[in-house]
């Protein structure tokens, strides 16, 4: 994944893209970039490496080694951005935050054409060059970036700082990121998290359409180009790694995530699945809010059994290596023992995707002296891997814990059948649920339905990305 946010000021643009910036760093953990436009100096470019420190730390020189009134600044989790670009549009800063599954397809036919490109360590190509390889072969930004959006199987937000001191957006065809403009008396910004500009002393201004594309400047916001009617927003904004203070299209996180737990609650209400539970408590942090809508409506007590140590691993994305992030996120655990000795313990996961760090967490419960621990996903099975945002990091359907166990119960002949597997009230989706249960030792398991999450978000299903669940893109 990845965050950016962009600043146009009639004063001095580096506080509001330093601070804007940082406040996206929840979304990624390997790269930090700033670029800044001065009318004396021109554009200046500034990257860092932000896999061992935290976004704030590596450009804290920042003031006293640029300046500018209009600025962009992006969180990478793949490669170094924004990048300064010199091509028939002039010159101008990019930073690009989605992903590109046909990327070597693409590579070939811009080679094809004339172009050229800094190979990176392995010969590889940075995504952001490609995209404004693409827009550069078209006579004008809006043109480029539309023939960019199209050719580019997958996402594309992008966000551009020309060498006039504007700011050029496009959010992606159709919709899956959200792109949002603050508006303050001395200019405007853009940014991926709506809280963000609100702290910084920016107003609501409105959201950019689905493959809408603007032009900001002190003066205003231009519409360069309409939205579109299609939109599919990604679910899991909500559910997952959304901060829970922003809101997308009219929805807060938070609110969600409380509706979300009420809706699961109800659900287990009818069907008696929480007998016997002392505490309801989240998987912190993104479960949390879920499972206080659960305990709420559920009437069961909630507690925090255990809590994230988080002063030297303060981001949940880092390290970006799978095994070193199970074991930071075990080494986080700490328990307190007097509401886990003896005691019946309901936790609400943000999802299960691989299982993995579940696994963990269960097994550290029950060394500490838990009596029974259940389990529930705020989210319905994910039965395939995101190729719009790779949010899941997954390489392979198979790394799926619910594709896995359904491959081990009927081989591939299951995954005709993912409907019945997502559903608990069928004999394939009751086989699902107590396969993990065994292999996690979980003393019970429910995910959220479908119905339940769209209901919890409150926008219509048409409206949203439900893909990594069934597979409709």
Request: hydrophobic fraction near 35%.
């Amino acid at each position: 994944m990845g965050g950016y946010f962009g600043v146009v000021n009639q004063k001095d643009a580096i506080p509001d893209v330093f601070f804007g910036t940082d406040y996206h760093s929840h979304l990624g953990t390997r790269r930090g970039g700033i670029a800044v436009y001065d009318r004396e100096i021109g554009l200046q470019r500034d990257i860092h490496n932000i896999e061992n420190a935290s976004f704030r730390s590596r450009f804290a020189d920042i003031f006293q080694v640029m300046k500018g009134t209009a600025a962009i600044g992006c969180i990478s989790d793949y490669d170094p951005q924004p990048l300064l670009i010199r091509s028939r549009h002039g010159s101008y800063a990019i930073c690009f935050i989605g992903v590109i599954n046909n990327q070597k397809d693409l590579i070939d036919a811009c080679m094809k054409t004339g172009s050229h490109f800094d190979a990176m360590t392995g010969g590889n190509v940075n995504s952001t060059e490609l995209v404004a390889a693409l827009i550069d072969q078209k006579e004008d930004f809006v043109e480029g970036i539309r023939y960019a959006q199209e050719r580019i199987s997958g996402t594309a937000s992008i966000l551009i700082l020309t060498d006039h001191g504007d700011l050029i957006a496009a959010r992606d065809k159709v919709g899956r990121l959200p792109f949002l403009i603050g508006k303050r008396e001395d200019g405007y910004c853009i940014t991926f998290e709506s809280f963000a500009y609100q702290k910084l002393g920016y107003e609501d201004h409105r959201e950019l359409g689905p493959a809408e594309i603007v032009r900001i400047s002190c003066e205003g916001v231009e519409r360069l180009s309409p939205p579109g009617e299609e939109m599919r927003i990604c679910s899991f904004l909500w559910s997952y790694y959304g901060y829970p203070t922003s809101t997308y299209e009219g929805v807060n996180v938070e609110m969600m995530r409380y509706r979300n737990g009420h809706i699961m609650a109800r659900r287990d209400k009818t069907l008696n699945n929480n007998e016997g539970v002392d505490y309801v408590g989240g998987v912190p942090d993104s479960g949390t809010p879920h499972a206080i809508g659960y305990s709420n409506e559920s009437k069961l007590p909630f507690a925090r059994a255990f809590i994230k140590y988080t002063p030297t691993w303060s981001r949940s994305f880092m390290p970006t290596e799978q095994s070193q992030r199970n074991r930071v996120a075990k080494m986080k655990q700490i328990p307190v023992h007097d509401l886990i000795r003896g005691k019946n313990l309901l936790f609400v996961d943000d999802s299960i995707v691989r299982g993995t760090q579940l696994r963990e967490t269960v097994e550290f419960l029950y060394e500490n002296g838990a009596k029974s621990v259940h389990m529930r996903s705020a989210c319905p099975p994910i039965m395939y891997g995101c190729k719009f945002l790779n949010f899941s990091r997954a390489t392979s359907d198979m790394e799926l814990i619910a594709r896995r166990i359904i491959m081990d119960l009927e081989g591939e002949e299951g995954f005709c059948h993912l409907d019945e597997y997502s559903d608990s009230d069928t004999e394939r989706g009751k086989k699902l649920r107590d396969t993990i249960c065994g292999e996690l030792h979980l003393a019970s398991l429910e995910f959220q339905t479908l119905k339940g999450i769209v209901e919890a978000i409150g926008l219509p299903e048409c409206k949203l990305c439900t893909y990594c669940w069934n597979g409709k893109e």
